[in-house]
């Protein structure tokens, strides 16, 4: 009886595991614009009134990605400002609305890079990437090629792992590039562990991306989405200085 607990306790783990992080209602990609899909996912939140929380995710090229900065403002006035069709907060900043780390828009620095343990997502050439500060600043001594760019942290998952993060619940934002080159944005409307997150951004069944990096969560969270076959608005509860949209 003993050998066979073992294996019987072995496999009960693994399928607990696998539910914790995901629970059943995920839905499939489904185009809300040319070029651009979404998808939705509920998501296992122990310690919430529901258990679970549900997150949004867009999808698309890099071509259509564009980080924004200037003065305070929500998302949906981003978005209209920006003239686009989807726009989550960015990273994090200061007491004075200035944003913390590295943004370039449109190949002009908007603010000097940040000696943090934190990651940078970048598109240069017409490619996403994410890298670790400390591999950004090795790699490009000179920031003319890149086109866009946002720090933030922790990064989530590298090489398709999850990294080790504090077992803390908050509401989530984040960025990630996927195998085949195309980036995602997502947030968390609710309260989840940051495994869970990290968990759903490296999974194949879930977000399946090969880096993702956390943006700035909890009150600042928010995304604005208006498409001819889709209309979103999640309110943060106060304005932020950089976004990250789709055009």
Same mark, same amino acid.
């Given at each position: 009886?003993?050998?066979?607990?073992?294996?019987?306790?072995?496999?009960?783990?693994?399928?607990?595991?696998?539910?914790?992080?995901?629970?059943?209602?995920?839905?499939?990609?489904?185009?809300?614009?040319?070029?651009?899909?979404?998808?939705?996912?509920?998501?296992?939140?122990?310690?919430?009134?529901?258990?679970?929380?549900?997150?949004?995710?867009?999808?698309?090229?890099?071509?259509?990605?564009?980080?924004?900065?200037?003065?305070?403002?929500?998302?949906?006035?981003?978005?209209?400002?920006?003239?686009?069709?989807?726009?989550?907060?960015?990273?994090?900043?200061?007491?004075? @609305?200035? *944003?913390?780390? #590295?943004?370039?828009?449109?190949? %002009? /620095? +908007?603010?000097?890079?940040?000696? &943090?343990?934190?990651?940078?997502?970048?598109?240069?050439?017409?490619?996403?990437?994410?890298?670790?500060?400390?591999?950004?600043?090795?790699?490009?001594?000179?920031?003319?090629?890149?086109?866009?760019?946002?720090?933030?942290?922790?990064?989530?998952?590298?090489?398709?792992?999850?990294?080790?993060?504090?077992?803390?619940?908050?509401?989530?934002?984040?960025?990630?590039?996927?195998?085949?080159?195309?980036?995602?944005?997502?947030?968390?409307?609710?309260?989840?562990?940051?495994?869970?997150?990290?968990?759903?951004?490296?999974?194949?069944?879930?977000?399946?991306?090969?880096?993702?990096?956390?943006?700035?969560? @909890?009150? *600042?969270?928010? #995304?604005?989405?208006?498409?001819? %076959? /889709? +209309?979103?608005?999640?309110?943060? &509860?106060?304005?932020?200085?950089?976004?990250?949209?789709?055009?």
């Amino acid at each position: 009886m003993r050998r066979l607990f073992l294996p019987l306790l072995l496999i009960a783990l693994v399928v607990y595991g696998a539910w914790r992080w995901q629970v059943p209602g995920a839905s499939r990609w489904q185009s809300v614009a040319p070029g651009v899909e979404m998808r939705t996912f509920r998501v296992a939140s122990p310690g919430t009134f529901t258990g679970t929380t549900e997150v949004v995710a867009l999808r698309t090229d890099p071509s259509r990605i564009v980080v924004g900065y200037g003065n305070l403002r929500d998302v949906a006035t981003w978005r209209k400002d920006l003239k686009a069709l989807a726009v989550i907060n960015g990273g994090f900043f200061d007491e004075d @609305g200035k *944003s913390l780390g #590295l943004r370039v828009v449109n190949n %002009k /620095k +908007t603010r000097p890079i940040h000696d &943090a343990n934190w990651g940078v997502f970048y598109i240069r050439k017409g490619r996403a990437n994410i890298l670790h500060t400390r591999d950004f600043k090795r790699t490009f001594t000179s920031l003319r090629l890149i086109q866009q760019a946002v720090q933030s942290g922790p990064r989530l998952v590298v090489d398709g792992k999850t990294t080790d993060l504090k077992p803390q619940t908050a509401r989530r934002s984040g960025i990630g590039v996927q195998r085949d080159g195309k980036v995602i944005i997502a947030i968390a409307d609710g309260g989840l562990p940051f495994d869970n997150w990290a968990r759903l951004w490296a999974q194949r069944d879930g977000l399946n991306c090969l880096d993702a990096l956390n943006l700035d969560g @909890g009150g *600042s969270t928010a #995304l604005s989405l208006r498409t001819s %076959k /889709k +209309t979103m608005d999640v309110s943060g &509860a106060w304005p932020v200085p950089d976004v990250v949209a789709i055009r």
